[in-house]
T-cell receptor, first 116, second 111 residues
């Protein structure tokens, strides 16, 4: 099956620092990737849609200057949380859509961000 | 009102019972329907993917879609303790487009 990886799986940082999270499709190419955040016992909330070679599309209410997304290749998208604050602490999950004809989205294992 | 409604549970069943999950939605444009399973602190895992109305079966899982009622279901037969997880329904208007998720139902299968 299609595999999506995320790195790191867990990160703890100080307030004011920036954190980069990588999302990789390991055995398929993904022209489109999606970034979600999930609070405890809540569902996934879409933050942005990342398209290879073009600017990401952000959902309403998501600050594009705070959550920088780069989709530089068909297998890698990155999310950078800039000047992180404690309220940015959350579980961040990416998904990737197989460009090879299947339309399912496959999710990564998630990254738990804790901002002190 | 949320676009996709899902009972949060928890739904507790004895091992071997049938687990019945459902979601209702309001957006008639939704055409693609998915069920994901999510274990604690893990990413969601795709279980079922269906298009438009009808039934789909895969092993112990059966997904049903009734577009006229805007209602989808997932049935898990012969439930096992390892099925204990949160089940999320998701849907989209076009293939591969962004998904709208339900809130998830927490399921507990007791041995």
């Amino acid at each position: 099956g299609a595999v999506v990886s995320q790195h790191p799986s867990r990160v703890i940082c100080k307030s004011g620092t920036s954190v980069k999270i990588e999302c990789r499709s390991l055995d398929f190419q993904a022209t489109t990737m999606f970034w979600y955040r999930q609070f405890p016992k809540q569902s996934l909330m879409l933050m942005a849609t990342s398209n290879e070679g073009s600017k990401a599309t952000y959902e309403q209410g998501v600050e594009k200057d705070k959550f920088l997304i780069n989709h530089a290749s068909l297998t890698l998208s990155t999310l950078t949380v800039t000047s992180a604050h404690p309220e940015d602490s959350s579980f961040y999950i990416c998904s990737a859509r197989d460009s090879g004809g299947r339309y399912e989205q496959f999710f990564g294992p998630g990254t738990r961000l804790t901002v002190l | 009102q949320k676009e996709v409604e899902q009972d949060p549970g928890p739904l507790s069943v004895p091992e071997g019972a049938i687990v019945s999950l459902n979601c209702t939605y309001s957006n008639s444009a939704f055409q693609y329907f998915m069920w994901y399973r999510q274990y604690s602190r893990k990413g969601p895992e795709l279980l079922m993917y269906t298009y438009s109305s009808g039934n789909k079966e895969d092993g112990r899982f059966t997904a049903q879609v009734d577009k006229s009622s805007k209602y989808i279901s997932l049935f898990i037969r012969d439930s096992q303790p390892s099925d204990s997880a949160t089940y999320l329904c998701a849907m989209s208007a076009a293939a591969g487009n962004k998904l709208t998720f339900g809130g998830g139902t927490r399921v507990l299968v007791k041995p």
